[in-house]
């Protein structure tokens, strides 16, 4: 059973960068793609980005390109997710997770191909 356990939401304001964590462990962190989504109030939960198990890939949500940076840390069993320029409709709950992936350049955009999700880290935006 793998744990994902998010950190870093905070009150911020607009403008601003931010750093969110996820800590992994019980499993092989290193066999996963990982991934963040987010989901604001009243909507539904949305991709945001996602990086393969090597390393090597990422991708954005199309929408997002530009302000957010995904990266992980195999010898930490971390996984980060940088915004910057941080702007009123980032206010979501940040989800992270991950997937089994059996080779190592694939990125995850589907939330239904994610085997495991962390309980979430809020971020609230003020102008």
């Known amino acids: 059973q793998v744990l994902l356990v998010e950190s870093g939401g905070r009150l911020a304001q607009a403008g601003d960068a931010l750093i969110l964590s996820c800590a992994a462990s019980?499993?092989?962190?290193?066999?996963?793609?990982m991934g963040w989504f987010r989901q604001a109030p009243g909507k539904e939960r949305e991709f945001v980005a996602a990086i393969s198990r090597s390393g090597g890939s990422s991708r954005y949500a199309d929408s997002l390109k530009g302000r957010f940076t995904i990266s992980r840390d195999d010898a930490k069993n971390m996984v980060y997710l940088h915004i910057d320029s941080l702007k009123s409709e980032d206010t979501a709950t940040y989800f992270c997770?991950?997937?089994?992936?059996?080779?190592?350049?694939?990125?995850?955009?589907?939330?239904?191909?994610?085997?495991?999700w962390g309980q979430g880290t809020q971020v609230t935006i003020t102008l």
């Open positions: 997770a991950g997937a089994d992936a059996v080779y190592p350049d694939t990125t995850i955009y589907a939330q239904e191909r994610y085997n495991f």
């Open positions: 019980g499993g092989t962190f290193s066999n996963y793609a």
